[in-house]
């Protein structure tokens, strides 16, 4: 629900329209990148990078992809121990 909101109002102060302005892959060109000056570098970065993209009035293309989750089986399993390690213990 919340990054729903979010989108929703990124697309009304933006007029994008947007499906997921909250989405991890974002591609620019590089020169495009470098000419933007950016404060964020934690998750302040997607609102920020959507509103100045904006503003400059560049072309933005949503493209879907697929992604199939690993199963528990597949995952990475931590166990009881590994989570008491004392800091920089290995």
């Known amino acids: 629900m919340g990054n729903s909101f979010l989108t929703l109002l990124s697309n009304l102060v933006t007029n994008l329209n947007l499906t997921d302005m909250e989405t991890c892959y974002k591609m620019f060109r590089r020169e495009l990148l470098q000419s933007i000056p950016l404060k964020e ?50």
């Open 41 to 90: 570098d934690r998750f302040g970065f997607e609102p920020e990078i959507t509103v100045k993209v904006a503003k400059r009035r560049l072309r933005v293309y949503e493209v879907g992809i697929s992604y199939f989750g690993r199963t528990y089986d597949e995952g990475k399993k931590s166990t009881g121990r590994m989570a008491s390690a004392p800091s920089g213990a290995s």
